[in-house]
């Protein structure tokens, strides 16, 4: 190294630092057949950064004038939008939160489906309680003292079954057993 002049030595010991930081971040350049190092292309970032180099302000402020960062001799201008824009890469963990949030957007969609069909049926077979219902009309009873539903079912229909009539009763105005109150009002089946 005798042939190294002071200035040559000077600027070593400036760049050698960088040429540092620059290796620990990206592998090193190859060489082609030609002789030539193979570079990758560097994405240049708003504000003018490009990826994976340090930005050293520039000595004579010339390309600090103009926006850009001084990386080695060369300066960077700041780059528009459309340098920039480059396809979104989903994750492991992005991709099963965008799966879960699909998941979780079905089955609310199909709650809601159901519950909007299932509130329908609930409601056609409350109008038949109140109204005409499939096949026979409705009639409203008020529960007398000392009157049970095998009363009534006999009283409403004297040549039916009245086991037949009685769950009738209870399916029409949805009770849960048998028992019933005085002035509880039923809705019973007319003959």
């Known amino acids: 190294m005798g042939n190294t002049s002071a200035a040559e030595a ?3 010991a400036r760049i050698r630092p960088e040429i540092t930081v620059l290796r620990s ?8 057949r030609g002789g030539q190092a ?3 292309a560097l994405a240049v970032l708003p504000g003018g950064v490009a990826a994976g180099r340090v930005p050293r302000p520039a000595a004579d402020g010339a390309a600090a004038a103009g926006g850009g960062v001084v990386l080695g001799a060369a300066t960077i ?3 528009g939008p459309a340098a920039v824009s480059r396809p ?4 492991r963990r992005g991709k099963i939160v965008v799966g879960a949030l699909v998941a979780l957007a079905v089955a ?3 709650t809601l489906i159901w519950l909007a069909i ?3 049926a609930q409601a056609a077979g409350s109008v038949g309680a109140g109204g005409a219902g499939a096949g026979h009309s409705m009639l409203r009873v008020v529960v007398r003292p000392g009157e049970t539903l095998w009363a009534i079912a006999v009283r409403a229909d004297p040549a039916a079954d009245p086991r037949t009539v009685i769950q009738q009763i209870i399916d029409d105005n949805a009770l849960r057993g048998t028992a019933i109150q005085v002035g509880q ?3 019973v089946p007319r003959v």
């Open 25 to 32: 971040r990206t592998s090193y350049p190859r060489r082609a």
């Open 38 to 40: 193979h570079r990758p």
């Open 88 to 91: 979104v890469r989903l994750t």
């Open 10 to 12: 000077k600027l070593d």
């Open 185 to 187: 009002v039923l809705w």
């Open 118 to 120: 299932a509130g329908q």
């Open 77 to 79: 201008r700041e780059a």
């Open 108 to 110: 609310s969609l199909a």
